[in-house]
Every structure is written in C-alpha cells, then in structure tokens.
C-alpha cells in the first residue's frame, strides 16, 4: 500500500483512508491509533466511481486495471446516470480477468469440440462469480452538504458492502459522518480486517501549510472483527482497537514551514508547465509538534501496550485505565526536508525532487529512550540497545524524476531503523509509481502505483496535490 505524498499530513494521527484495489470503492480506513504502513494516505478526494468515469469520458481508457493479490488482475467500467442538477448515479461494474482465464483454461483441457468450446466461453461471460457491481448515488442537499451512499455486491458470495457518507463544510472546518457494514479497516502491518458495523465521525479545522490546526476523531465498533476474505496470512489477533467499544481521539498541532532557498531565476515564457505546484526549484524545511488525546470505552480499552518498564525502561506514559475504559494523553513530532530542482516545462529532465521525513511518534517513548541513554553515560555504562531504539525516527524517503514530457517516476520507501540487526539500515515497503500529469488541468495527474509488499496495484487519478 502506498503512500505517495510529498508533504506530511502527520501519517497515522489523522486516521486518514488509504487507497487500495481489493474494494469495488477502493478504500480501507486505518486502525485507529494504529500508524499506517505507507501507503496512498488521502484526505477529501475524488471518489473511485468518479475517477474512473474521468478515464474513460477524458482519456479514451475503455476499462481501468488494478490488481490485488488475493483476486488477480480486474477490469473495471462505471456507467453514469444523471437524475438531477444536484443528484446523480454511477454503476461500476468489474471483472475478474484471471479466474475468467482460468476457468477457460480448465476447459480447453478437456479436448471439447468448437461448438462446445464457444459454449463453454459464453457460460463463463454470464457467470456471476467473476464479477462484481457497485452502487454510487451522490446527493447535494446544499452547497455545503453533500449525502453518499453506496453497495458493493461480489459475485463470489462475499458479502456485500454498505456505506453512507454525509460531508458538511463548516466556516474553516470539515465534517464528515461515515457509518458502514462490514468496515474495511487496515493496520500498520498492512493487513485487512472486516468490522460488522462500524460507526466514524471525523472534524477537521482547514488551515493554511503553517499554523495551528486540530482534528476530532470518533468511532464506534460493534461486532467481532475478522480478518478480511481472501487473506490466507496466519491467524492474527484482531487489532485491540477494532474491538467492540468506542474510541475518541482529538489531536491539536503547530505546523511551521521554512525557505531554506528558493530559486527567483525567470521560467521559459509561454510554456505552461506540466504541473503548476512543481514549478518553483526550492529547499525547503517544515516540523510539526503535537498532543494527543485519546479514550477508549469498551472491549477496545483492554489494549496490548508495548510498556516500557518492561525493556528496564522508565515509563512516562500518561495513561489511566479503570475496568473498561482507558484515557492517554502523549505528544509527537514530525520534521521533513524536500528539495526540488527544475521547473517541470521542458521535455527532458527538468524535474528531481527529494523529500525526507522523521517522525517521533510518541513523546514519551522518547523521554523515556533520552533519560535511559543519559543515565547510562552518566554512570560510565553502555546505553541500552532497547533506549537507543526508542529515540530513532521513523524515517521515510521519497525520490521523484521527470522521464520525458508529463511523465516522472516516482519511488517512496520507509527506512527502516534496527539496532539489533548487523546492518541498521533497511529499505521497507517500497512503492514505485508512474505519473502522468495532465497539464491542461494546472495540477492534476494520473498516477499508476505498483507495491511489492502487498502485490497491488492500482490507476488513481488526483487533484492538487505536492
């Protein structure tokens, strides 16, 4: 899975979606307080039905791959139908391509003759267990107000997937109400798990790159969680936090950017770039600090926690747990660096851009990994291997280079930090990407993304984003 952003938009704390093909709607939300493996973490986007029905009304696409590695390689095709100025429907209907080969390659071994043999192709078009319809009705009901419901049915006897989504704009705010049967959820190891209901609030301030913002979270979860069909992975524990209960989460940030330099050389004149967010070569800086706040009410609030004092470790954790609710408070800390070289207008070459991240995701780990190692040195002892773990980042690094023209390929890998290991340095999750920026829309792109990890691949189209 697959985060392809430039700029941080504080990783897991934001509970943002990810993208990911093993859904007809092609999202899956994260564990709450769980951080996301990389992965395409978005905000408001498009949704899936809209941008394939962009590819094919804009760029001559017929059908839109993707492929997963629990279904194969899938076509799909969305049918739009406008019922109103402020009220319209798509249908997304999709096949599975390899079980369709499949099932014809089991017959052609069977030595039928032709008559039988375009028999047996027109049973196969007209099975059901190689397709899958989606339902997508959007509603307006004001200008600020906007209703979407939507029905995922598999042909395979999966079971149907149901969502209604209200988003409300508040002066300087997002709102959006999401309630769905089964809940597609995602933890940091990057596996799915089902919820049978799941119920999620999410209130955002808007703010400009810099300054102050905070975000509200809530989420209620009823049923046993399991884990999601066609995942053949070990039996796993359900994520604690996917638990029966309610969980509330509130996260207030100060978000500082610094110009490190910035290029004032003229760009080629009448020549618009291909895209208008990529023009400027820079170096840049930003650092993010945060608090924040968490309760947890339920079978949720019985969590796994990685104590400290566990690893000879003081803890300073603020935490508090009575029976079956659990409240925390702790802090976290992001800081990055990207660089760009380039205006991305002329055919070759004009564009490399680097982008580096650090993430401390939780204050007290770190406290307790800074007096652990400071004791140490003060006693003329060796610091312990498991303090220094606790003060190493969670890195990331993001590589872009133009091609030729539109397209640049784009590369995004954690790097993992292990002190226990011979080598302490470790490319993790790699995702590799083509993108194709359609220059006639200012900043828009078509983004193919390929994750060894999770053998996914997906067609994405996206809108203003660095």
Same mark, same amino acid.
């Given at each position: 899975?697959?985060?392809?952003?430039?700029?941080?938009?504080?990783?897991?704390?934001?509970?943002?979606?990810?993208?990911?093909?093993?859904?007809?709607?092609?999202?899956?939300?994260?564990?709450?307080?769980?951080?996301? =493996?990389?992965?395409?973490?978005?905000?408001?986007?498009?949704?899936?039905?809209?941008?394939?029905?962009?590819?094919?009304?804009?760029?001559?696409?017929?059908?839109?791959?993707?492929?997963?590695?629990?279904?194969?390689?899938?076509?799909?095709?969305?049918?739009?139908?406008?019922?109103?100025?402020?009220?319209?429907?798509?249908?997304?209907?999709?096949?599975?391509? !390899?079980?369709?080969?499949?099932?014809?390659?089991?017959?052609?071994?069977?030595?039928?003759?032709?008559?039988?043999?375009?028999?047996? %192709?027109?049973?196969?078009?007209?099975?059901? /267990?190689?397709?899958?319809?989606g339902f997508c009705s959007e509603l307006f009901l004001t200008p600020d107000d906007t209703l979407i419901i939507s029905l995922d049915a598999y042909g395979?006897?999966?079971? $149907?997937?149901?969502?209604?989504?209200?988003?409300?704009?508040? $002066?300087?705010?997002?709102?959006?109400?999401? @309630?769905?049967?089964?809940?597609?959820?995602?933890?940091?190891?990057?596996?799915?798990?089902?919820?049978?209901?799941?119920?999620?609030?999410?209130?955002?301030?808007?703010?400009?790159?810099?300054?102050?913002?905070?975000?509200?979270?809530?989420?209620?979860?009823?049923?046993?969680?399991?884990?999601?069909?066609?995942?053949?992975?070990?039996?796993?524990? $359900?994520?604690?936090?996917?638990?029966?209960? *309610?969980?509330?989460?509130?996260?207030?940030?100060?978000?500082?950017?610094?110009?490190?330099?910035?290029?004032?050389?003229?760009?080629?004149?009448?020549?618009?770039?291909?895209? %208008?967010?990529?023009?400027?070569?820079?170096? /840049?800086?930003?650092?993010?600090?945060? @608090?924040?706040? /968490?309760?947890?009410?339920?079978?949720?609030?019985?969590?796994?926690?990685?104590?400290?004092?566990?690893?000879?470790?003081?803890?300073?954790?603020?935490?508090?747990?009575?029976?079956?609710?659990?409240?925390?408070?702790?802090?976290?800390?992001?800081?990055?660096?990207?660089?760009?070289?380039?205006?991305?207008?002329?055919?070759?070459?004009?564009?490399?851009?680097?982008?580096?991240? *650090?993430?401390?995701?939780?204050?007290?780990?770190?406290? +307790?990994? %800074?007096?652990?190692?400071?004791?140490?040195?003060?006693?003329? !002892?060796?610091?312990?291997?498991?303090?220094? !773990?606790?003060?190493?980042?969670?890195?990331?690094?993001?590589?872009?280079?133009?091609?030729?023209? =539109?397209?640049?390929?784009?590369?995004?890998?954690?790097?993992? %930090?292990?002190?226990?290991?011979?080598?302490?340095?470790?490319?993790?999750?790699?995702?590799?990407?083509?993108?194709?920026?359609? !220059?006639?829309?200012?900043?828009?792109?078509?983004? @193919?993304?390929? +994750?060894?990890?999770?053998?996914?691949?997906?067609?994405?189209?996206?809108?203003?984003?660095?």
């Amino acid at each position: 899975m697959k985060k392809l952003r430039w700029a941080m938009d504080s990783g897991g704390f934001w509970e943002l979606d990810l993208s990911t093909p093993i859904t007809l709607n092609g999202q899956a939300r994260p564990v709450p307080g769980d951080p996301l =493996p990389l992965g395409l973490s978005r905000g408001s986007r498009l949704s899936r039905f809209q941008q394939i029905d962009f590819f094919q009304r804009f760029m001559a696409m017929p059908f839109v791959p993707s492929f997963a590695a629990n279904r194969g390689l899938l076509l799909q095709r969305v049918l739009s139908l406008p019922i109103a100025e402020n009220w319209s429907a798509m249908l997304l209907g999709q096949l599975n391509v !390899q079980r369709f080969v499949s099932s014809l390659r089991k017959n052609k071994t069977k030595h039928l003759p032709d008559s039988s043999w375009l028999q047996s %192709i027109r049973r196969n078009f007209i099975q059901k /267990s190689f397709y899958a319809l989606g339902f997508c009705s959007e509603l307006f009901l004001t200008p600020d107000d906007t209703l979407i419901i939507s029905l995922d049915a598999y042909g395979d006897e999966k079971v $149907p997937q149901k969502r209604a989504v209200l988003h409300h704009k508040f $002066p300087h705010h997002n709102l959006t109400m999401e @309630a769905a049967w089964p809940g597609l959820f995602v933890d940091g190891n990057g596996s799915y798990w089902d919820v049978p209901f799941s119920l999620t609030l999410d209130l955002a301030s808007t703010t400009l790159d810099s300054g102050a913002s905070y975000h509200l979270f809530f989420n209620n979860c009823a049923g046993s969680p399991k884990q999601y069909e066609g995942q053949h992975s070990d039996e796993l524990p $359900p994520p604690a936090a996917l638990l029966p209960g *309610f969980t509330a989460k509130g996260v207030v940030s100060l978000k500082k950017n610094i110009d490190l330099w910035r290029s004032e050389a003229s760009m080629l004149k009448m020549v618009q770039p291909y895209d %208008i967010f990529l023009s400027n070569p820079h170096i /840049s800086a930003s650092w993010i600090l945060g @608090a924040v706040f /968490s309760a947890n009410l339920g079978e949720n609030s019985m969590k796994r926690q990685q104590s400290c004092s566990l690893r000879g470790l003081k803890d300073f954790d603020l935490r508090a747990q009575v029976a079956n609710c659990a409240v925390s408070v702790d802090s976290f800390a992001t800081a990055s660096l990207t660089a760009q070289h380039g205006n991305f207008q002329r055919l070759l070459l004009d564009l490399t851009r680097v982008h580096t991240n *650090f993430d401390f995701p939780s204050g007290s780990k770190l406290l +307790s990994g %800074i007096t652990s190692v400071a004791c140490s040195l003060y006693n003329s !002892q060796v610091p312990n291997v498991e303090a220094l !773990q606790a003060i190493c980042p969670r890195a990331s690094l993001s590589f872009q280079q133009q091609i030729i023209g =539109p397209f640049s390929f784009r590369v995004d890998s954690e790097i993992a %930090i292990d002190l226990k290991k011979d080598w302490y340095l470790s490319v993790k999750n790699p995702v590799f990407a083509i993108e194709h920026a359609l !220059q006639v829309l200012w900043s828009a792109k078509a983004v @193919a993304w390929y +994750s060894p990890m999770q053998r996914e691949f997906m067609v994405e189209l996206r809108f203003f984003e660095t």
